[in-house]
């Protein structure tokens, strides 16, 4: 049976202080539930800060990007070493808003829109990076609104997934956990329907089947993210396929966030 995985993304939010106070709430809010694993991922900033908070606790700490070299002249940028030594046991890797398909555009400045210009390739090789230094991947995949209205959802899911698998033994695809976050579902209280997600989620265990064999694939974590929140949850983890959520606006609240755990777990303990 899979465990259900809800996974907090921070996003560009709480200076030390506040995540200090989050993860605690969070860690508190949620001790007595069991049969979820619980994933924070602060920012980079407060990654040493929400290590410490958790300490002792089954919770598990992620980050939200890496880069794939070890080290080197690359400025502004993060390896996977450096996340371990932080104490990261996850880490999330092409997001859209990072992949440069986020559907939102900066008003003032729409050329900003491929600002972070992850694409299949880099989120290959961070893949890649990651697993070789014992991290394990989140990876995201999702089609933007014109692409879902094109007809295209699955083809763009297939192409991302396949790629972010390649070069990738059986046994490192058993550590990735994918996430599908439909692009126009994300921070827009439009959630995708459920039965949807369900679908979407199959044809990636189905892609996954391909690389690693059935029994495997059925092993393997998917979660489905975009505006989930304490309101859809249990709906969500009533779907057969969908294996928790990667959470964004409603993992800043610690009621809400500990509310989706205690439904996932319950849905998925029953
Ligand atoms: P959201 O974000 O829950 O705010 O829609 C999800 C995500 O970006 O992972």
């Known amino acids: 049976m899979r465990i259900p995985i809800m996974a907090?993304?921070?996003k560009m939010n709480c200076d030390n202080d506040e995540a200090w106070d989050l993860a605690v709430a969070v860690a508190d809010g949620v001790e007595e539930i069991e049969g979820c694993q619980v994933v924070?991922?602060?920012p980079f900033t407060a990654l040493s800060t929400v290590e410490e908070a958790l300490e002792g606790t089954d919770l598990a700490l992620g980050a939200q990007d890496l880069y794939w070299a070890d080290s080197g002249a690359f400025t502004g940028e993060v390896s996977a070493r450096m996340l371990t030594s932080c104490g990261?046991?996850?880490?999330?890797i092409g997001h859209s808003e990072r992949r440069g398909r986020f559907g939102k555009p900066p008003e003032d400045d729409p050329r900003l829109l491929t600002v972070f210009g992850d694409n299949d390739a880099t989120v290959n090789r961070k893949v890649r990076a990651a697993v070789a230094a014992?991290?394990?991947p989140i990876v995201c995949v999702g089609e933007l609104l014109s692409e879902r209205e094109a007809g295209q959802t699955d083809e763009v899911v297939r192409q991302q997934v396949l790629a972010a698998l390649e070069g990738l033994a059986?046994?490192?695809?058993l550590d990735l956990t994918f996430a599908y976050e439909p692009v126009w579902a994300i921070g827009t209280g439009q959630v995708c329907d459920a039965p949807e997600a369900n679908?979407?989620?199959?044809l990636i265990r189905d892609?996954?089947?391909e690389k690693v064999g059935t029994a495997e694939a059925e092993n393997l974590a998917i979660l489905y993210g975009g505006s989930v929140s304490p309101d859809n949850i249990r709906g969500l983890m009533e779907q057969p396929e969908i294996d928790g959520g990667l959470v964004g606006g409603a993992s800043l609240k610690a009621e809400a966030f500990c509310e989706l755990v205690r439904v996932a777990a319950e849905v998925r303990g029953a």
């Open 8 to 10: 907090g993304n921070w």
């Open 40 to 42: 924070l991922c602060p």
């Open 88 to 92: 990261c046991e996850y880490v999330i």
């Open 134 to 136: 014992d991290l394990l």
């Open 170 to 173: 059986e046994e490192d695809i």
């Open 199 to 202: 679908r979407v989620i199959r």
């Open 207 to 209: 892609l996954l089947a």
